[in-house]
């Protein structure tokens, strides 16, 4: 019997009881915390201990209270740490304390244990392969005496509770693993999956799942077969089997189409083994290397380009050494890369500029960049080169400046086109303003008429504009006599300094100039060889203006005539220049053409006068002849009068006595009388019209005026059974009467020019804004148009007078109206036999 007077058979029955229901238990613990719970109630159930604790050691070694019975806070802090084993201690035995008062080891814990009120206790330790690892305590109020049965329970719970807390710590552990794989795999930038020798997902990633759009649960178990289109399924199952059956890591770049384009993977699967070295699986990393792959191809790229670029794109270090050299840099400076890699970038400095590299390195440090800097480097070949020059400091990953790049251009050609470039422009400039100058001045000579000043004007245009001290125009005249001699103008000193001197002759100097050869621009003449050759001066005649600088231009005209020349002088020597030569160039020409006009107004001029009076003469002689026709006829018409009645006195007191014979030329002298009378009255009437007596000007209704006429010519009209009709007639201003005159001769001559037909007349007119153009058509005999400008002379008729009676006036007449009032008559159109038209012109406004 025991102490708890229970029979051996029954406490074992119980023990084994506590020992089922602990391993029941710690079997469905969950945790360490729940296996320790369990522990503390089956060693307080299988013991007559009042109270029980668990303890394990930490880290350090210190043991600490994991879980307890009925313990105080001040006690368990009070003997945290106390243990009568190290951890890891190896056969370690159960220590049972009946009573802690005769307990020597423990008597500095006396005290406590008497608050705490306990007197007796055992540790049982909690050992594994590892040793030592904790103990469990039973506490009891009295002193007790340990029975083997107790303390081989407390041993046999504490051999489970061992191996419990072992199995729970490595499950745990494997949690905890599994939980930290997941983590990283989560966290991890690559797709990541575990299959099985089958195909079957295991595990997946977060990458993964986001990546083809499944979740962990709903892809594990399932085939590629089962997620993917067939030919993804393929290629990736085929993959797989390769790593299975070579059994080592395969790595692959696979591409996947994407939302937002294909990506590149770099895939690495590998086979996943087993303890025994078994093959359980394969597991796939891919890094989604899209990105990189484009830098790669980026700096291929860019790579290719710096190596193609003409520039010089050189690197280097922020000690100043180059660290990369391109062609181009070979190209312009000389030097294959392998000579200056490593080397100091001065070296490619001319001696004066090394500082200004220095600078530039300075500017790189601070981060500043260098635009188009010109300057100059040395080639390998020693040549000095002109550059422009960028450089931008490089940097970093982390943003440090690490070196500059550099980009060189050869602008040696560019600064020689400048160089010429500005040339051009100043010389262009220099011809600007010379045209400038040309066109202003040309209006100054263009517009003088008078040759003399105007040779005077050239002269003092060109002498300022060359800065000569003195300039001469000698001109070639020739006079009315033919002879040609010399005039000349002087500018910037008296003409008198030259009028004591003989003209410039036929010498190797002046000739060329007077030959209209050349210009001559001399900058000394006293050292030109073609001065001073000729006789008598050999030279300036004494006296002469000292001359030095010599400028001499011909001048021509158009036709080729050289008209003179323009001579220009200084006493120093080389001032005349390109630009002068071009200015007095410009004055020469213009100054030809207008000596060409006024020549040729001067000649207008004497022609115009000449004319005037020839007209004048004229106009004289025929005035004199009209009179003469005039006061002719008027005179004529008296004793013409006298012949008629004298022939018919005759006639009457001869009566019957007069001879059959002789009264034929009684006719005769009547009939002539009559014709003569009719003549003279057109004669008359033509005199008077020119006599200057111009027509008054009214406006007048030409259509009443046409009337009045045809009213007059009714027994005409009546008598020849002619039709007239008439268009509608304008008002226009010319002098009645004479429109009169124009309507009464024109439309009487087509009564009487015509043919058996009744003759058909008819007016009209055509209104313009200065002029009306009056018509007078007629079916008549017609003319000839060759002699369409004769029928308009005076006394010109075409046809014989016994058939067509008449003076020859008419037309003459009508021509001397229209023309008084500025217009013009003519035969429009005409043809013999087939009618005439004649038309005039009558002005529509008033003077
Ligand atoms: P004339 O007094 O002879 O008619 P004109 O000066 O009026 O003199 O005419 C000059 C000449 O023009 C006429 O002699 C005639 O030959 C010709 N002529 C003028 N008008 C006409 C016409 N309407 N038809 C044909 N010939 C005409």
Redesign the pocket.
């Known amino acids: 019997m025991s102490a708890t007077g229970y029979s051996a058979s029954e406490i074992e029955v119980r023990h084994l009881k506590t020992l089922y229901q602990l391993l029941a238990t710690m079997t469905r613990a969950k945790s360490l915390e729940e296996v320790y719970e369990a522990a503390l109630t089956s060693l307080l159930d299988a013991t007559d201990a009042d109270r029980a604790a668990i303890l394990t050691f930490d880290e350090q070694g210190i043991i600490q209270f994991r879980a307890w019975r009925g313990l105080s806070r001040q006690y368990r802090e009070a003997v945290t740490g106390h243990t009568p084993w190290k951890k890891g201690a190896r056969e370690a035995a159960p220590i049972a304390i009946p009573d802690v008062h005769f307990a020597p080891d423990l008597a500095d814990h006396r005290h406590t244990f008497e608050v705490e009120g306990i007197r007796a206790l055992a540790f049982i330790p909690l050992a594994l392969e590892k040793g030592v690892f904790g103990k469990f305590m039973l506490y009891y109020r009295e002193p007790h005496q340990f029975t083997e049965e107790e303390l081989s329970l407390a041993q046999a719970i504490a051999g489970h509770v061992a191996l419990a807390t072992e199995h729970k710590r490595s499950e745990i552990a494997r949690q905890e693993g599994e939980q930290r794989l997941q983590a990283i795999l989560d966290n991890s930038a690559a797709v990541i999956f575990i299959k099985d020798v089958q195909g079957r997902y295991i595990l997946v990633n977060r990458q993964f799942e986001e990546l083809f759009h499944v979740s962990q649960s709903n892809i594990e178990g399932k085939t590629d077969y089962e997620v993917f289109p067939k030919d993804v399924a393929d290629r990736l199952r085929e993959n797989d089997r390769k790593v299975l059956a070579s059994s080592t890591p395969l790595a692959f770049e696979e591409q996947a189409p994407l939302a937002d384009g294909v990506h590149t993977y770099l895939s690495i699967k590998f086979p996943l083994k087993g303890l025994g070295g078994t093959v359980g699986g394969v597991c796939g990393i891919a890094t989604d290397i899209t990105d990189r792959r484009r830098l790669e191809m980026a700096s291929v790229y860019l790579a290719a380009i710096v190596e193609s670029s003409d520039d010089a794109i050189i690197s280097k270090d922020l000690n100043g050494c180059i660290t990369s050299w391109n062609k181009g840099a070979e190209r312009i400076l000389g030097y294959p890369a392998s000579e200056v890699i490593g080397k100091p970038v001065s070296m490619l400095a001319p001696p004066e500029r090394v500082d200004e590299m220095k600078a530039i390195l300075n500017r790189i440090r601070r981060g500043e960049r260098v635009h188009h800097f010109e300057t100059q480097r040395r080639r390998k070949d020693g040549d000095i080169i002109d550059v422009s020059i960028t450089a931008s400091p490089i940097r970093d990953a982390a943003g440090e400046i690490i070196g500059a790049s550099k980009i060189a251009r050869e602008i040696t050609d560019r600064k020689r086109t400048e160089e010429e470039r500005s040339v051009l422009l100043a010389r262009e400039q220099e011809a600007r303003k010379t045209a400038e100058l040309l066109i202003q001045i040309g209006p100054q000579l263009a517009t003088q008429l008078d040759s003399e000043k105007l040779a005077q004007t050239a002269t003092d245009i060109a002498t300022v504009l060359t800065g000569a001290e003195f300039g001469a125009f000698f001109r070639n005249v020739v006079n009315q006599q033919g002879e040609s001699y010399l005039l000349y103008t002087i500018s910037g000193v008296p003409a008198e300094s030259f009028s004591r001197f003989p003209m410039p002759r036929n010498t190797e100097l002046f000739g060329p100039t007077f030959r209209g050869e050349s210009i001559i621009r001399v900058d000394d003449v006293l050292s030109d060889p073609r001065y001073g050759k000729n006789e008598p001066y050999y030279g300036m005649p004494k006296g002469h203006l000292p001359v030095r600088s010599y400028l001499a231009v011909p001048v021509v005209s158009l036709s080729g005539e050289v008209l003179g020349g323009l001579f220009f002088g200084h006493s120093t020597p080389g001032k005349f220049v390109e630009s002068h030569e071009a200015v007095v160039k410009g004055i020469a020409a213009q100054a030809a053409i207008a000596l060409d006009n006024s020549r040729l107004f001067e000649q207008s001029q004497s022609t115009r006068a000449e004319l005037e009076l020839s007209n004048s003469e004229l106009r004289r002689v025929n005035q004199d002849l009209e009179t003469f026709a005039f006061s002719a006829s008027h005179d004529l018409q008296e004793p013409l009068r006298n012949i008629a009645i004298s022939a018919q006195l005759l006639e009457r007191s001869l009566g019957q006595h007069i001879d059959a014979g002789s009264l034929p030329f009684l006719a005769n002298i009547r009939t002539s009388a009559r014709r003569m009378g009719d003549l003279i009255t ?1 004669i008359l009437a033509f005199t008077s019209l020119s006599r200057g007596s111009e027509g008054s000007c009214q406006r007048v209704d030409a259509g009443a005026v046409l009337k009045r006429v045809l009213e007059d010519l009714k027994s005409q009209v009546a008598g020849s059974g002619a039709v007239v009709t008439t268009g509608d007639l304008p008002m226009v201003y010319i002098d009645e009467s004479r429109l009169a005159q124009l309507f009464l ?2 439309i009487s ?2 009564l ?2 015509r043919n058996e037909e009744a003759p058909r007349v008819h007016v009209a007119a055509e209104i313009g804004d200065e002029w009306s153009v009056f018509s007078v058509s ?1 079916n ?4 000839d148009m060759r ?1 369409s400008q004769q ?2 002379g005076v006394f ?4 014989g007078r016994e058939k ?1 009676p ?8 009508c021509h001397r109206i229209v023309e008084q009032y500025g217009g013009r008559i003519w035969l429009e159109k ?1 043809a013999v036999g087939a009618g ?1 038209t ?1 038309c005039f012109t009558v002005p529509v406004k008033g003077p």
Do not use: E, M, W
Not at 780 to 783: A, C, F, H, K, V
Not at 806 to 813: D, H, K
């Open positions: 057109d001769n024109l001559n087509a009487k020019y007629d008549g005999i017609g003319i002699y029928i308009f010109k008729r075409l046809h067509y008449g003076s020859g006036v008419g037309l003459a007449i005409s005439s004649f």
